[in-house]
């Protein structure tokens, strides 16, 4: 049931606050202010010299942004990897280490083939999925759900946002196993995270004027999505939304790659969309942004209100999100990247639910 939505895709975007504070209310003890995971784990985080993650498409992406949080608040040294060259690559993998695996439907045949092979190799496994019952979640050795709910659209969307979601609050749990993340600094990450699902019904609002902007894309032939830090993953992941579901062709960099190539496609026919939170690295992101508009590029910047004022160059649009704590950017700024793919497909009248050669769960390799 698609309620009073033209999409399940659009249906599934707007359910994110929801969701996601479905999903942190099972992992955070409110009262307390601080994660709480709802089961103990069959491994002590402490014990670990690193982290390797596996996962395909969106999930992978997750799974970037995560290694940035681990590495971050847990100290964690992570090694990531999609999991159709996980399995093959034959990878040492240590004894009594761990494996993180991240799906929505616990079906996808090539993270099942790297969890059985870390399996093979000794390793602990821990699955982050949104089907409780999928052949990922009965094969590993603890399973973290993500409470999304069914996602019926084949672009991910909501199952992301719950999977950033569950990932920072086990990257929070492992700083606090690990002895590096004090209580103060973790009760203000949880104060930030708690902030997300309204923080989340206030990216929602600003549809209109995505809208707009989508008429703009949809008349490329190229995109290229720019960022750093957490941001760039979000800019693969743009990328990768408005590709499936729209067939324009587009490409996501970190922004401080583009002058080792990228920059060789810019002029004025190819938006650069600029995913910057105004965060630590926002001033290096506006050098590449200078590099972009020198060249005659269209920029778009997906930011803050802080950092719009600051940069001072001619962009084409800003989508302007709230502000917050740079930690929990990825997950609000779920919501514009999403919706701007929506639009664009929508737009060029795409079947955004069932886009082309896609299928929901990818169960052969
Ligand atoms: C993109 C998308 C795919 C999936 C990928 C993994 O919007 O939906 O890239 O993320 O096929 O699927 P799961 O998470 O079910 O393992």
């Given at each position: 049931d698609k309620g009073n939505h033209r999409h399940f895709m659009a249906k599934e975007i707007h359910e994110q606050p929801e969701v996601v504070g479905r999903t942190l209310s099972h992992y955070v003890d409110l009262a307390n202010g601080r994660v709480a995971l709802p089961e103990p784990l069959p491994f002590d985080f402490a014990k670990l010299s690193r982290l390797s993650i596996t996962a395909c498409g969106t999930a992978y992406y997750a799974g970037l942004v995560a290694r940035y949080w681990f590495e971050s608040i847990a100290r964690l040294p992570v090694e990531i990897?999609?999991?159709?060259?996980?399995?093959?690559?034959?990878?040492?993998?240590?004894?009594?280490?761990?494996?993180?695996?991240?799906?929505?439907?616990?079906?996808?045949?090539?993270?099942?083939?790297?969890?059985?092979?870390?399996?093979?190799?000794?390793?602990?496994?821990?699955?982050?999925v949104n089907v409780p019952t999928s052949t990922i979640a009965r094969e590993s050795s603890a399973v973290l759900p993500t409470l999304a709910g069914p996602e019926i659209g084949v672009a991910s969307t909501k199952a992301f946002s719950c999977q950033l979601t569950v990932l920072l609050c086990l990257a929070i749990h492992a700083g606090r196993a690990r002895g590096v993340l004090s209580a103060e600094r973790e009760r203000a990450l949880i104060d930030a995270l708690i902030t997300v699902p309204g923080l989340m019904a206030e990216a929602l609002t600003r549809e209109a004027e995505i809208e707009g902007l989508?008429?703009?894309?949809?008349?490329?032939?190229?995109?290229?999505?720019?960022?750093?830090?957490?941001?760039?993953?979000?800019?693969?992941?743009?990328?990768?939304k408005l590709k499936e579901i729209s067939y324009i062709h587009a490409e996501g960099y970190a922004a401080g790659e583009l002058k080792h190539g990228p920059i060789a496609l810019i002029d004025e026919s190819v938006p650069?969309?600029?995913?910057?939170?105004?965060?630590?690295?926002?001033?290096?992101?506006?050098?590449?942004?200078?590099?972009?508009?020198?060249?005659?590029?269209?920029?778009?910047?997906?930011?803050?209100?802080?950092?719009?004022?600051?940069?001072?160059?001619?962009?084409?649009?800003?989508?302007?999100?709230?502000?917050l704590d740079a930690t929990v950017a990825p997950i609000v700024y779920a919501v514009p990247i999403q919706q701007l793919a929506y639009h664009t497909a929508v737009f060029m009248g795409k079947d955004v639910d069932q886009p082309r050669n896609l299928a929901k769960s990818v169960t052969v390799e």
């Open positions: 990897d999609v999991a159709s060259e996980a399995r093959y690559r034959e990878a040492p993998l240590e004894r009594d280490g761990l494996t993180l695996v991240i799906s929505q439907s616990g079906e996808t045949a090539d993270t099942l083939a790297s969890l059985r092979y870390a399996k093979s190799q000794g390793q602990h496994t821990l699955s982050v989508a008429r703009e894309v949809s008349k490329a032939r190229d995109v290229l999505y720019l960022g750093r830090g957490t941001s760039y993953p979000m800019a693969l992941e743009g990328a990768l650069v969309i600029v995913i910057a939170p105004h965060d630590a690295v926002f001033e290096k992101t506006v050098s590449n942004m200078q590099e972009v508009a020198a060249r005659g590029g269209r920029i778009v910047l997906i930011g803050d209100a802080k950092g719009a004022a600051e940069h001072g160059l001619d962009t084409l649009a800003t989508v302007t999100m709230p502000a």
